[in-house]
């Protein structure tokens, strides 16, 4: 079973950032787990969670690495991807388990709960620079 899923939430605890052996390469992959809430107006203005979740995502490639030291517990996220159920064979009873997980093809940070934010030089401005320096 695999749906679209687009939700909001906060992480539970510190992204796991690993590399997965798959064939002959090596592939990071970024281990969440979300609080995927639904917060309803009340009426004294604030919000209640109805309806909230845990969800565990994961997150690869590029992005993965470029993300990873940017979360920590607690952090607010937007994510998108496919949501998939998968099934196992528990190792100690031998009972079939199902669990749902999020795989991720995009990850925001939600900028509520960010102290600082700092960028990267592009390409271009990087090889315009060095143009500049060689004239």
């Known amino acids: 079973m695999s749906n679209r899923l ?16 798959i064939g002959d390469e ?3 992959v970024l281990e969440l787990s979300i609080y995927l809430d639904r917060p309803v107006p009340v009426d004294d203005g604030g919000f209640e969670d109805r ?16 993300v990873a030291p940017l979360l ?29 997980k999020l ?3 995009w990850l925001a940070i939600d900028p509520v709960r960010v102290k600082e934010i700092g960028y990267l030089e592009s390409s271009r401005s990087r090889s315009t620079d060095a143009d500049e320096e060689d004239e």
Not at 6 to 21: M, T, Y
Not at 52 to 65: I, K, V, Y
Not at 74 to 98: C, F, H, I, M, P
């Open 51 to 66: 309806g909230g979740f845990w969800l565990r995502a994961d997150l690869w490639g590029a992005r993965a690495e470029h």
């Open 26 to 28: 090596t592939r990071p």
């Open 6 to 21: 687009i939700g909001a939430g906060n992480l539970g605890d510190a992204p796991s950032l690993k590399h997965v052996r």
């Open 103 to 105: 795989n991720l093809d």
């Open 72 to 100: 920590a517990k607690g952090a607010r996220v937007r994510v998108e991807g496919n949501l998939e159920q998968e099934a196992w064979e528990d190792k100690e009873s031998g009972e079939l388990r199902t669990a749902f």
